[in-house]
C-alpha cells in the first residue's frame, strides 16, 4: 500500500525522546503550514497512485478538526491511518464508530509505574485514558477480523491496529516490555521500537539506545505473551 502522511502540530505529550520535537508545541513549530486546499489538491491529483493518508504528529486526536479532515479524505477514496498516544479515548472511540478509521497505531510509552517519566505527563492523569484506548483498539480489531478487508474508501469493517514502544536506555526496562506485552496479548501486533538520535529530540539528554543484543531479550521477553511482538 501506498500512502502519504500529514503531520499535525501539537502534542499533549512531552516525551523526552520525541524525535518529532518541532511538532510538539506551537513555540517549537517553524515549518510552514500548508492550506487544507493545498492538501486535497495534492491527494486528488494522486488518485490511483497512493491508497490511503496516515495523520500523525504531534497527537492528530487534539485537534479539533480531525473528524472533518478524516471525512473529507475518505470521501476521495482513501484508507486513513492514525497515529495516537491513546489519550482521547472519547475521540477516538466516536470516529472508529463512525468508520472514519481504518487502521490505527497507538504509542505505549511505557509500563504503569514508568508511565510519567516515558510521557511527561503526571501518570494518574493519562493511564486511565490510555487504558481505554488499548481496550478500545484490541475489541475493535478483534471485531474487525471477523469481516473482509473492505474497498478504499469504504469504512469500518476490517480495521485493524498495532501497539508500538520506543525503547531508551535509562527509562525503559526488559520488565516494561513484558507487562506492556501481557497487556496486550496475542492477537495485536507488538513492535519494539530502539531510539536513535534523529536530531530533532525534544530532550535528548543522556539518552541512549538498546544494543541489538539488550533489544533481542527485550523481545523474547515480550515473546513470552504476545506472539506478533517484532522488533522494527
Known amino acids: 500500500m501506498m500512502a502519504c502522511i500529514v503531520f499535525t502540530a501539537g502534542c499533549n505529550f512531552r516525551c523526552p525522546f520525541c524525535q518529532n520535537a518541532g511538532l510538539v508545541s506551537e513555540k517549537r513549530f517553524s515549518g510552514t503550514v500548508p492550506a487544507q486546499k493545498e492538501i486535497f489538491q495534492y491527494l486528488k491529483k494522486r488518485r490511483g497512485i497512493l491508497d490511503g493518508v496516515v495523520i500523525s504528529g504531534g497527537e ?13 479524505v475518505k470521501e476521495i477514496g482513501f484508507w486513513v491511518k492514525v497515529d495516537t498516544n491513546g489519550s482521547f479515548p472519547d475521540r477516538l472511540e466516536d470516529l472508529m464508530r463512525k468508520g472514519l478509521i481504518d487502521y490505527a497505531a497507538m504509542d505505549i510509552k511505557s509500563g504503569r509505574s514508568g508511565y510519567e517519566a516515558a510521557s511527561g505527563r503526571a501518570a494518574g492523569d493519562i493511564l486511565p485514558a490510555v487504558e481505554r484506548s488499548i481496550d478500545l483498539l484490541k475489541e475493535a480489531a478483534a471485531a474487525g477480523r471477523q469481516n ?9 469493517e476490517g480495521f485493524s491496529c498495532e ?11 526488559r520488565e ?39 533489544l533481542q531479550k527485550m523481545l523474547d521477553a515480550a515473546r513470552r505473551h504476545c506472539r506478533l511482538a517484532q522488533l522494527r
Do not use: C, W
Open 176 to 214: 516494561d516490555v513484558e507487562e506492556i506485552a501481557e497487556r496486550i496479548g496475542n492477537d495485536v501486533p507488538y513492535y519494539l521500537q530502539s531510539y536513535s538520535d534523529a536530531g530533532d529530540i525534544l530532550k535528548p539528554e543522556g539518552l541512549s539506545s538498546f544494543s541489538e543484543p539488550e
Open 148 to 156: 473482509a478487508v473492505p474497498e478504499p474508501g469504504t469504512a469500518g
Open 60 to 72: 492528530p486526536l487534539m485537534q479539533e478538526g480531525i473528524e472533518d479532515f478524516i471525512r473529507d
Open 163 to 173: 501497539f508500538r514502544t520506543t525503547l531508551v536506555k535509562g527509562i525503559h526496562s
